[in-house]
């Protein structure tokens, strides 16, 4: 039987993943929102079912989660994890209500750092391991605006001598197929993290002997990011499908396509990426394609900075959880 301790890791972490849908919703389907190839029901639905289906992919990144930010799984007790989460939860909440697209992944990262030094200093980090996962977060969108730039250029190369009103019937269609690989691609990285720190607490308590993900952890992170998607996100989809830069079907379809390339090969190499920033580079790298001064850069100089903060500021609140559940409980 699991303790109370236990089933609050495993609570505050399915909140965590449902939060982290309704929070991202927007990465999915922002673009073909803002387009009107899809209603914002019908693209909420949609990305709800293949954010579930692509979060039972694989257990590759949540592995990398639960082994590679502590030396060991019996370095993290309950209390460290629960505060890990709170902070991570808390950061969440706060951009989404302030509309702010910022990194759920950062802020998990940022949750788990903070609780650990707090409870067991800076020996107990993986320092290794956190170089690997930080380099992916803060290369990944790079990445993809150097890669949307590419194939916005070969689009515009290839159809740029059609009527507008033809490119832009045939790109609504086939924004219904960027939204869903892109939504597939969002569950088979995002929701593994949940996955992760699940397993590692499992482990740590001596409920799992390694940190294989059991199938009911599986479950129920799928299913918690499949109903937080289904929620919406709406406040950060206004950010996402139109404040960066206006998007038109064509630039929808190559932002999607792109988005879902580079999360999925994230994905297949097992690391975590943050599908917010994924999203916001190939956005800016599309909107660059067509001209420069088409990309709102000022919009995108406050994501910026929502994304710098975010560790730091997810890491000192999980800090002070730990220190106030030390305090009461310990």
């Known amino acids: 039987m699991l303790d109370v301790l236990m089933i609050t890791v495993v609570i505050l972490a399915l909140a965590f993943d449902y939060i982290n849908g309704f929070h991202d919703t927007a990465n999915a389907i922002a673009t073909s929102v803002s387009t009107r190839a899809l209603t914002p029901r019908a693209a909420v639905w949609l990305a709800a079912f293949l954010n579930f289906l692509g979060a039972m992919y694989s257990t590759g990144v949540a592995k990398t ?150 199938t009911w952890v599986k479950l129920a992170a799928a299913t918690a990011m499949g109903l937080g998607t289904a929620a919406g996100g709406w406040r950060i989809i206004r950010t996402m499908g139109g404040k960066i830069f206006k998007l038109e079907p064509i630039s929808g379809f190559a932002a999607d396509l792109n988005s879902a390339a580079v999360i999925f090969g994230a994905t297949l190499l097992h690391l975590p990426v943050s599908t917010t920033h994924v999203v916001s580079g190939s956005i800016m790298g599309v909107g660059a394609a067509k001209r420069i001064s088409a990309v709102r850069w000022g919009v995108a100089q406050q994501m910026v900075m929502a994304w710098v903060l975010t560790i730091p500021l997810s890491a000192l609140v999980s800090a002070l959880t730990y220190k106030i559940i030390a305090v009461l409980f310990l």
Do not use: C
Not at 109 to 134: N, P, Y
């Open 65 to 214: 989660i639960g082994g590679d930010i502590v030396k060991s799984a019996q370095m993290v007790n309950e209390p460290i994890i629960i505060a890990a989460l709170v902070g991570a939860i808390f950061w969440n909440l706060l951009t989404w209500w302030l509309g702010i697209p910022s990194s759920s992944s950062h802020a998990l990262i940022g949750g788990v750092m903070g609780a650990v030094l707090m409870a067991r200093g800076v020996d107990a980090l993986k320092v290794q391991g956190i170089i690997k996962i930080v380099a992916s977060l803060v290369f990944s969108p790079i990445v993809a605006m150097l890669t949307g730039l590419v194939i916005m250029i070969g689009l515009l190369w290839i159809f740029g001598r059609m009527a507008p009103s033809r490119i832009n019937a045939g790109f609504k269609r086939m924004q219904i197929l960027s939204a869903t690989l892109m939504s597939f691609s969002h569950g088979s990285n995002d929701a593994q993290k949940a996955m992760g720190i699940i397993t590692l607490s499992l482990v740590s308590a001596g409920y799992l002997p390694t940190l294989e993900v059991p």
